[in-house]
């Protein structure tokens, strides 16, 4: 069954350095999402991704964040200066946006640690 | 008042017993989802629904659009069902995911 990957599973870092989570979607799908997860509370919405572009990111999306597509098959978030509060789980997800067998495919997501 | 509500909090169950966890959300949807996260937190999808029921193994899910309401039964349960079960809805089959606050389930032996 396809799946979305993500890279790396953990990744610790220093405060103010800038980190890149890596995703690979499902290779048919045309919408592409980051969410983030801190611990002990519910996932929260972060952006999404259409044809090349943002087509909706929530409040917690600002400048320190930014995404990109940079070849055919990855799709990745940056987070820039890292805070301590950026401390999470990130998840990545795909879909055809057709529902059905298109529907919504999460990653298993990277646990970011702020030191 | 959040968009998507879920009881019980928390449930703990013996192993073999029917469990129900039920979803409720006030926003016109297309898709309700039912989302599974271990400890560890790796979300794993269950059911994308948008009227019926649906069935796989020891689960099913149903929703109710005119109630605006979901269950997800879990059949002779085993503690390897323990995780948190989330809810989330989205309002079109492409629209971001907007999650409940999960119901965490503990399975006894």
Same mark, same amino acid.
């Given at each position: 069954?396809?799946?979305?990957?993500?890279?790396?599973?953990?990744?610790?870092?220093?405060?103010?350095?800038?980190?890149?989570? +890596?995703?690979?979607?499902?290779?048919?799908?045309?919408?592409?999402?980051?969410?983030?997860?801190?611990?002990?509370?519910?996932?929260?919405?972060?952006?999404?991704?259409?044809?090349?572009?943002?087509?909706?990111?929530?409040?917690?999306?600002?400048?320190?964040?930014?995404?990109?597509?940079?070849?055919?098959?990855?799709?990745?978030?940056?987070?820039? /200066?890292?805070?301590?509060?950026? /401390?999470?789980?990130?998840?990545?997800?795909? /879909?055809?946006?057709?529902?059905?067998?298109?529907?919504?495919?999460?990653? /298993?997501?990277? +646990?970011?640690?702020?030191? | 008042?959040?968009?998507?509500?879920? @009881?019980?909090?928390?449930?703990? *169950?013996?192993? $073999?017993?029917?469990?129900?966890?039920?979803? %409720? !959300?006030?926003?016109?949807?297309? *898709?309700?989802?039912?989302?599974?996260?271990?400890? $560890? $937190?790796?979300?794993?999808?269950?059911?994308?629904?948008? @009227?019926?029921?649906?069935?796989? $193994?020891?689960?099913?899910?149903?929703?109710?659009?005119?109630?605006?309401?979901?269950?997800?039964?879990?059949?002779? @349960?085993?503690?390897?069902?323990? *995780?948190? !079960?989330?809810? *989330?809805? %989205?309002?079109?089959? !492409?629209?971001?995911?907007?999650?409940?606050?999960?119901?965490?389930?503990?399975?006894?032996?």
């Amino acid at each position: 069954e396809p799946e979305v990957t993500q890279t790396p599973s953990h990744q610790v870092t220093q405060m103010g350095q800038e980190v890149i989570l +890596r995703c690979v979607p499902i290779s048919n799908h045309l919408y592409f999402y980051w969410y983030r997860q801190i611990l002990g509370q519910k996932v929260e919405f972060l952006v999404s991704f259409y044809n090349n572009e943002i087509s909706e990111k929530s409040e917690i999306f600002d400048d320190q964040f930014s995404v990109e597509r940079p070849d055919g098959s990855n799709f990745t978030l940056k987070i820039r /200066s890292t805070k301590l509060e950026d /401390s999470a789980m990130y998840f990545c997800a795909s /879909s055809g946006g057709t529902g059905g067998a298109d529907g919504y495919t999460f990653g /298993s997501g990277t +646990r970011l640690t702020v030191v | 008042k959040n968009e998507v509500e879920q @009881s019980p909090q928390n449930l703990t *169950a013996q192993e $073999g017993e029917f469990i129900t966890i039920n979803c %409720s !959300y006030s926003v016109g949807i297309s *898709a309700l989802h039912w989302l599974q996260q271990h400890p $560890g $937190g790796g979300i794993v999808s269950l059911f994308m629904l948008s @009227s019926g029921k649906k069935k796989h $193994g020891r689960l099913i899910a149903t929703i109710n659009i005119q109630e605006k309401h979901s269950s997800l039964h879990i059949t002779a @349960s085993h503690p390897r069902d323990s *995780a948190v !079960y989330i809810c *989330a809805v %989205s309002k079109t089959s !492409y629209d971001k995911v907007i999650f409940g606050p999960g119901t965490s389930l503990s399975v006894i032996p």
